[in-house]
């Protein structure tokens, strides 16, 4: 194990020596361009500057696989701040004061709001708890996923996941085909059921950061999640029926019948803060602070400032080490873990944002021409997201588009809530309708799609569930959701 970290180590350093001598070709001095909010100059940035952000993505898929399956709960931290300076050292001795900006930029209006906001969802859900007897029928098992596809676009994916998947295998703890409980689990309440706001999902999170209104995902999105989400349910309750009367259809008396109570119901107060705190930023306009030349609004200050509060009032009136979070089996590892690992992916992936962000100007002027289509933003989003991470590939994405059709960030809002309507605009709306269905809904393709995926993995296999591993759930999701995917291309982005 440590000569493979070793080796990792060295091809990290040779990495890193190639980017700074291929940025410092290509940057012949201090460039002010075009890239969004980015200083550096997308036009002049080499393809290999990505090299980074493809390679911590590639080492969160394969590490597990090749070297342990528990390498991003010890390493992780590691390996992203490896990747991460790979890539922050060549650039900021290349383009330095640009450089330090974008870097800061990113980290201050990208990631540290998205991870309050993960945070804040995560601690809340911790502290309540489902009590009670639930015997793991077809019905009930149903009504489960049913409930949490519905309230995931509330408390967030990762909520609903960390608040439903215990009840849900301990109610099944009785059967013995388990497996297609949790795929369906992630497929709908981890992934799909995220999709009508921006707390229900981290990429519409981000989308919801860059200027879309809180609740077009509401109605741009609802014709799709529904559609696909009856299906899957639907399904769900044949294959859970056939896989109980196989096993004789008969639920186990024990003589326990516990009444079904869900306590803690008082953090709701503070789920409905954290809903009202991130409305607010959206509604108001306080003005800004300048730091370091990155400009930070007031209102998204005091977004931030709430949803850390409520997460704190949740754990005063639920500790962390009292009995409903014990009961839980609440621990901030799986925060932890997500932190750490995003904290190099939004480093890394700066590059990639500048260079999509001057669209046919940059290095990747041919996979933007060749991306015209609604059907194309929808699929290339949709497979990206699978491997690499929903939530960056949307923010990749939303980029491309608005540089496709030549538009700034400035007039999102006023084209998707219908100010602006001209044929470009109108492209808009749909390109990012595509681009925001296909990160939420192919997030559920693999385990690292999104973040809760690889939770409710971890905590099903801490139950004694015996998952498939990392290619073998894919033959779940490519058997079922892909051809599901082709019918919503059809129905919905032709």
């Given at each position: 194990m440590?000569?493979?970290?070793?080796?990792?180590?060295?091809?990290?350093?040779?990495?890193?020596?190639?980017?700074?001598?291929?940025?410092?070709?290509?940057?012949?001095?201090?460039?002010?361009?075009?890239?969004?909010?980015?200083?550096?100059?997308?036009?002049?940035?080499?393809?290999?500057?990505?090299?980074?952000?493809?390679?911590?993505?590639?080492?969160?898929?394969?590490?597990?696989?090749?070297?342990?399956?528990?390498?991003?709960?010890?390493?992780?931290?590691?390996?992203?701040?490896?990747?991460?300076?790979?890539?922050?050292?060549?650039?900021?001795?290349v383009f330095?004061?640009?450089?330090?900006?974008?870097?800061?930029?990113?980290?201050?209006?990208?990631?540290?709001?998205?991870?309050?906001l993960l945070w804040g969802l995560f601690t809340v859900a911790g502290g309540i708890l489902v009590r009670g007897t639930l015997r793991g029928t077809p019905m009930v098992?149903?009504?489960?996923?049913?409930?949490?596809t519905v309230i995931a676009s509330w408390i967030g994916t990762t909520g609903a996941s960390m608040l439903l998947i215990r009840p849900l295998i301990k109610a099944n703890a009785y059967r013995k085909s388990k497996v297609h409980l949790i795929v369906f689990f992630i497929f709908l309440v981890s992934n799909i059921g995220g999709s009508l706001t921006p707390l229900g999902d981290p990429p519409l999170f981000l989308g919801f950061l860059h200027g879309v209104p809180f609740f077009w995902t509401t109605t741009a999105l609802f014709p799709h999640m529904v559609f696909i989400s009856v299906i899957l349910i639907v399904l769900f309750f044949i294959i859970d029926t056939f896989m109980f009367k196989r096993e004789?259809?008969?639920?186990?008396?024990?003589?326990?019948?516990?009444p079904i109570r869900v306590e803690g119901l008082f953090n709701l107060v503070f789920l409905f803060g954290i809903v009202a705190a991130v409305l607010m930023s959206g509604s108001f306009k306080w003005g800004d602070i300048n730091v370091l030349g990155v400009h930070v609004y007031w209102q998204n200050i005091t977004r931030d400032v709430l949803i850390v509060v409520m997460g704190l009032l949740s754990l005063k009136f639920t500790p962390f080490s009292g009995e409903l979070r014990q009961s839980n089996e609440f621990s901030w590892e799986p925060i932890?873990?997500?932190?750490?690992?995003?904290?190099?992916?939004?480093?890394?992936?700066?590059?990639?944002?500048?260079?999509?962000?001057?669209?046919?100007?940059?290095?990747?002027?041919?996979l933007i021409g060749a991306i015209q289509q609604p059907s194309h933003y929808f699929w290339i989003?949709?497979?990206?997201?699978s491997f690499l991470d929903n939530a960056p590939t949307y923010l990749t994405f939303f980029n491309t588009a608005l540089g496709k059709l030549e538009l700034t960030e400035a007039v999102v809002p006023q084209i998707l809530s219908g100010q602006l309507t001209e044929p470009h605009h109108l492209e808009f709306v749909r390109l990012l309708t595509a681009i925001s269905?296909?990160?939420?809904?192919?997030?559920?393709?693999?385990?690292?799609?999104?973040?809760?995926?690889?939770?409710?993995?971890?905590?099903?296999?801490?139950?004694g569930i015996r998952m498939p591993s990392f290619f073998g759930y894919m033959l779940w999701s490519?058997?079922?959701?892909?051809p599901l995917f082709v019918v919503v291309t059809f129905v919905f982005l032709r």
């Amino acid at each position: 194990m440590k000569s493979k970290l070793a080796s990792f180590l060295i091809l990290c350093i040779i990495v890193g020596l190639t980017l700074a001598v291929s940025m410092e070709t290509f940057a012949a001095d201090e460039t002010h361009g075009e890239g969004g909010h980015f200083r550096v100059d997308g036009s002049i940035l080499p393809i290999w500057s990505i090299i980074p952000f493809v390679g911590i993505l590639l080492s969160i898929a394969l590490f597990p696989l090749l070297l342990d399956s528990h390498f991003l709960v010890h390493h992780g931290g590691k390996m992203s701040l490896a990747w991460a300076l790979l890539f922050a050292i060549p650039y900021l001795v290349v383009f330095r004061g640009d450089a330090f900006h974008d870097i800061l930029y990113i980290y201050l209006i990208d990631y540290i709001p998205f991870i309050i906001l993960l945070w804040g969802l995560f601690t809340v859900a911790g502290g309540i708890l489902v009590r009670g007897t639930l015997r793991g029928t077809p019905m009930v098992n149903t009504l489960l996923l049913l409930i949490g596809t519905v309230i995931a676009s509330w408390i967030g994916t990762t909520g609903a996941s960390m608040l439903l998947i215990r009840p849900l295998i301990k109610a099944n703890a009785y059967r013995k085909s388990k497996v297609h409980l949790i795929v369906f689990f992630i497929f709908l309440v981890s992934n799909i059921g995220g999709s009508l706001t921006p707390l229900g999902d981290p990429p519409l999170f981000l989308g919801f950061l860059h200027g879309v209104p809180f609740f077009w995902t509401t109605t741009a999105l609802f014709p799709h999640m529904v559609f696909i989400s009856v299906i899957l349910i639907v399904l769900f309750f044949i294959i859970d029926t056939f896989m109980f009367k196989r096993e004789g259809g008969i639920v186990p008396d024990d003589g326990v019948n516990e009444p079904i109570r869900v306590e803690g119901l008082f953090n709701l107060v503070f789920l409905f803060g954290i809903v009202a705190a991130v409305l607010m930023s959206g509604s108001f306009k306080w003005g800004d602070i300048n730091v370091l030349g990155v400009h930070v609004y007031w209102q998204n200050i005091t977004r931030d400032v709430l949803i850390v509060v409520m997460g704190l009032l949740s754990l005063k009136f639920t500790p962390f080490s009292g009995e409903l979070r014990q009961s839980n089996e609440f621990s901030w590892e799986p925060i932890e873990e997500v932190a750490k690992v995003f904290a190099g992916i939004f480093m890394t992936i700066i590059p990639a944002l500048t260079i999509l962000g001057v669209g046919t100007k940059g290095a990747l002027s041919g996979l933007i021409g060749a991306i015209q289509q609604p059907s194309h933003y929808f699929w290339i989003t949709g497979i990206l997201s699978s491997f690499l991470d929903n939530a960056p590939t949307y923010l990749t994405f939303f980029n491309t588009a608005l540089g496709k059709l030549e538009l700034t960030e400035a007039v999102v809002p006023q084209i998707l809530s219908g100010q602006l309507t001209e044929p470009h605009h109108l492209e808009f709306v749909r390109l990012l309708t595509a681009i925001s269905v296909g990160a939420v809904f192919m997030g559920a393709n693999t385990y690292i799609g999104n973040a809760p995926n690889f939770m409710v993995k971890s905590i099903a296999e801490q139950s004694g569930i015996r998952m498939p591993s990392f290619f073998g759930y894919m033959l779940w999701s490519v058997a079922i959701l892909f051809p599901l995917f082709v019918v919503v291309t059809f129905v919905f982005l032709r």
